[in-house]
């Protein structure tokens, strides 16, 4: 923000000018959730993305607050910076606007040790398109990030490269786009027996005889859907069960916890 006000005097105005031609946007120009207005949030309705993005903005406005502590008791950071305390030069948009710009430009580094697992690159993210399956990554060479790609590219071709394994809630809150294709994406659907059934017993016992839990996650990843839904089915259509005596064979059987059809779900 300090080097912003200093515009075309500041080392880093060329960096600050491209960031703000993508306005701390990510790929494809997507502005990330955290700028968006509370209408646009609703978007989210139902999703527990929604949530993320609020807490994040409450740890985002938490940082802003403290900024005038820290100017105080560490004003040798801000010398060269002959303006007003953070807060009085900044209002808390401008501050949330650096933050996701800032956010979007930190890169997951590849071979390297997880204490040197992330970097900065001012014109990484913005400049790259991003995808979860490809072989293209950035890694650490000594000191430097760099760029290793898997093919050859022309001229104006964008460069794809790999984001690591992040699902695409954590994309598109740190740098507003999602992966249609990622495997690392996923969706977990709580199914649970009902406490009340007068059969419960019965069925948490056929449950914890396939491995399932009387409350149990399933995660639906991209590409792995029917492995999924033919994993859920069996357990969602014992916790339908009324009839006793069709527990009982259940219990007397040796075969999976409740065989059923896909076109017979009650």
């Given at each position: 923000m300090y080097e912003k006000k200093q515009g075309k005097d500041s080392f880093w105005y060329p960096y600050i000018k491209e960031l703000d031609r993508q306005r701390g946007r990510g790929q494809l120009a997507v502005e990330s959730p955290l700028l968006w207005s509370e209408s646009e949030l609703n978007y989210l309705k139902g999703s527990p993305i929604r949530d993320?993005?609020?807490a994040r903005n409450?740890?985002?406005?938490?940082?802003?607050?403290?900024?005038?502590?820290?100017?105080?008791?560490?004003?040798?950071?801000?010398?060269?910076?002959?303006?007003?305390?953070?807060?009085?030069?900044?209002?808390?948009?401008?501050?949330?606007?650096?933050?996701?710009?800032?956010?979007?430009?930190?890169?997951?580094?590849?071979?390297?040790?997880?204490?040197r697992r992330f970097a900065l690159v001012p014109l990484g993210p913005p400049l790259l398109t991003y995808k979860s399956n490809c072989k293209a990554m950035l890694t650490a060479v000594g000191d430097s990030v760099r760029l290793v790609v898997d093919r050859p590219y022309k001229a104006e071709e964008p460069i794809i490269v790999w984001c690591g394994p992040q699902p695409n809630s954590r994309l598109l809150l740190n740098y507003g786009f999602i992966d249609e294709d990622n495997p690392f994406d996923r969706i977990v659907i709580e199914a649970s027996l009902n406490t009340e059934d007068p059969q419960f017993q019965e069925k948490r016992m056929v449950a914890q005889r396939n491995g399932k839990l009387a409350i149990q996650n399933f995660h639906v990843c991209v590409g792995k859907e029917k492995e999924t839904i033919a994993e859920m089915l069996p357990y969602l259509r014992l916790g339908y069960i009324s009839d006793p005596d069709e527990i009982q064979a259940i219990l007397s059987s040796e075969g999976d916890t409740c065989p059923v059809s896909l076109l017979a779900l009650p």
């Open positions: 993320q993005v609020v409450e740890g985002i406005r938490r940082e802003y607050n403290e900024l005038d502590t820290l100017w105080f008791m560490a004003g040798s950071l801000f010398q060269q910076y002959p303006f007003d305390i953070p807060t009085e030069a900044f209002p808390f948009e401008i501050f949330k606007q650096a933050f996701v710009a800032v956010q979007s430009c930190v890169v997951h580094l590849q071979k390297v040790s997880l204490a």
